[in-house]
T-cell receptor, first 113, second 113 residues
Framework: NAGVTQTPKFRVLKTGQSMTLLCAQD?????MYWYRQDPGMGLRLIHY???????AKGEVPDGYNVSRLKKQNFLLGLESAAPSQTSVYFC????????????FGPGTRLTVT | QQQVKQSPQSLIVQKGGISIINCAYE??????FPWYQQFPGKGPALLIA?????SEKKEGRFTISFNKSAKQFSLHIMDSQPGDSATYFC????????????FGSGTQLTVLP
């Protein structure tokens, strides 16, 4: 099992450009999450999904959109990148029932210039 | 709005010493309190977790102490080792709410050899 994978690992964008981050999990998890990690801020939830075709806003959703067309994939989109979106982005997934552990991917480091 | 406050921001401990990291929460609806460990360049990984119906949980050298009335919980690392050097995040969640987690700001632990 690969667990949770994220692509790309690194990306540099110019202000105003758009991009999509891809998260994939092979554990058949129902729930998936996108976080951003900034120094001194911990991890903050951007958006999450409780199942295929459903998404919801987290703590810091502005400037981001998400889609979950397939159970195993969760996409995070930046429509018009801003320097304030420079961060490390982590995807996570968890079961709906049973264990509550969230399993994290290796992260995507995004720089917006 | 920071619902989980973590301290200290950084901690330096000698090999064999005890590392203590503290967290406080505000939302009494939280019913799950995990600690995550993160090494540089990696995603966070679950270290140990506790439910509010117990006051202490121990797994090897790692212990969570939980004080429900004070809304505080802490991680104790006994016999700290250089390999424990990492960033530690406390978190709090409600297992009935899409298993969302609210993370503390993190503690960078350095264990000197």
């Amino acid at each position: 099992n690969a667990g949770v994978t994220q692509t790309p690992k690194f990306r540099v964008l110019k202000t105003g450009q758009s991009m999509t981050l891809l998260c994939a999990q092979d554990m058949n998890h129902e729930y998936m999450y996108w976080y951003r990690q900034d120094p001194g801020m911990g991890l903050r939830l951007i958006h999450y999904s409780v199942g295929e075709g459903t998404t919801a806003k987290g703590e810091v959703p502005d400037g981001y959109n998400v889609s979950r067309l397939k159970k195993q994939n969760f996409l995070l989109g930046l429509e018009s990148a801003a320097p304030s979106q420079t961060s490390v982005y982590f995807c996570a997934s968890s079961y709906r029932f049973g264990g509550v552990e969230q399993y994290f991917g290796p992260g995507t480091r995004l720089t917006v210039t | 709005q920071q619902q989980v406050k973590q301290s200290p921001q950084s901690l330096i401990v000698q090999k064999g010493g005890i590392s203590i990291i503290n967290c406080a929460y505000e939302n009494t609806a939280f019913d799950y309190f995990p600690w995550y460990q993160q090494f540089p360049g990696k995603g966070p990984a679950l270290l140990i977790a506790i439910r509010p119906d117990v006051s202490e949980k121990k797994e090897g050298r790692f212990t969570i102490s939980f004080n429900k009335s004070a809304k505080q919980f802490s991680l104790h690392i006994m016999d700290s080792q250089p390999g424990d050097s990492a960033t530690y995040f406390c978190a709090a969640g409600n297992t009935g709410s899409a298993r969302q987690l609210t993370f503390g700001s993190g503690t960078q632990l350095t264990v000197l050899p």
